[in-house]
């Protein structure tokens, strides 16, 4: 189903509410992260992808690839709202013998296309897909989802290369590009600017946008379907916790789940902000 973008933008806000409650009840797992990524996981499956929450198996379908995995509660909540399974299941989030694991499992839930966990690891299974797609003779596209932090891994830029040699114009990297990792800001960790010019260095085609602007992430995913002689990387710049004032920006809540207090207030805030959607 396709929303309008007055829609979407409630629909991330709902899905941020959904992102604290499953880490409230859990009472573990990552904050920041997936309230940052909800506009562009509302972007990508309500107006970019196409899937079919019905037949999550149809053969055609864009292959969608989470590689930092820890961010799958904005994940498993957008595939909820997009009726791949009972919303009313995200309560179960990190509980034994769930579906929804603390790092996405494929075999475990409709929707899922690769198991998540070893960061680094994702960008390098979407170009195996998109060079499957090839042999096959397949028109499906690769969309793949990585964070900042894991380019910090060798074997992101050996997948990157080869996306490259490849020429794979059916793949597409979103990078969310938060600034923040579990130990501190990107920057202070391990630098990664000017990454704009690394990627174009290494052969893609760049786009760059404010993540939290749908309508603008939709029209570089459109883009993206555009190029013909070389891959993408849409570089999402993102505000890590967005929507709850004391996490955004702080890398600390990087891989902390609020308390209930904290739940309380961050739920409250984010009705709040939902409310206040404007108005196409």
Not at 146 to 166: F, P, R, V
Request: charged letters at 25%; a negative charge.
């Amino acid at each position: 189903m396709e929303l309008t973008f007055e829609e979407s933008r409630k629909l991330a806000y709902q899905i941020r509410q959904d992102i604290i409650q499953m880490l409230d009840f859990a009472k573990s797992g990552h904050s920041a992260g997936p309230l940052g990524m909800a506009d562009v996981f509302v972007a990508l499956y309500f107006h970019v992808l196409r899937h079919d929450p019905k037949n999550p198996k149809w053969e055609d379908r864009d292959r969608f690839v989470l590689s930092n995995g820890h961010i799958c509660p904005v994940l498993y909540a957008t595939l909820a709202r997009a009726d791949y399974f009972p919303v009313q299941e995200l309560k179960t989030l990190r509980t034994f013998g769930s579906r929804l694991q603390g790092h996405p499992h494929r075999a475990s839930l409709p929707g899922l296309e690769t198991t998540s966990g070893p960061l680094g690891s994702g960008i390098a299974q979407a170009v195996g897909m998109a060079l499957a797609a090839r042999l096959d003779n397949k028109k499906y596209d690769v969309w793949v989802v990585s964070s900042d932090g894991e380019l910090n891994e060798g074997n992101s830029w050996e997948a990157i290369m080869a996306a490259s040699k490849y020429h794979l114009n059916n793949l597409t990297l979103l990078v969310d590009r938060n600034n923040i990792q579990i130990d501190g800001f990107t920057e202070q960790v391990m630098p990664l600017e000017p990454l704009r010019d690394k990627f174009e260095a290494f052969g893609w085609h760049v786009l760059e946008v404010d993540g939290h602007n749908i309508e603008a992430v939709v029209d570089a995913c459109n883009e993206a379907r555009s190029i013909f002689e070389k891959p993408v990387a849409i570089i999402a710049h993102t505000i890590p916790g967005k929507g709850v004032d004391f996490m955004e920006f702080n890398y600390k809540w990087h891989g902390e789940a609020p308390g209930h207090e904290d739940a309380r207030h961050a739920m409250q805030e984010l009705r709040t902000l939902q409310g206040k959607v404007e108005p196409e």
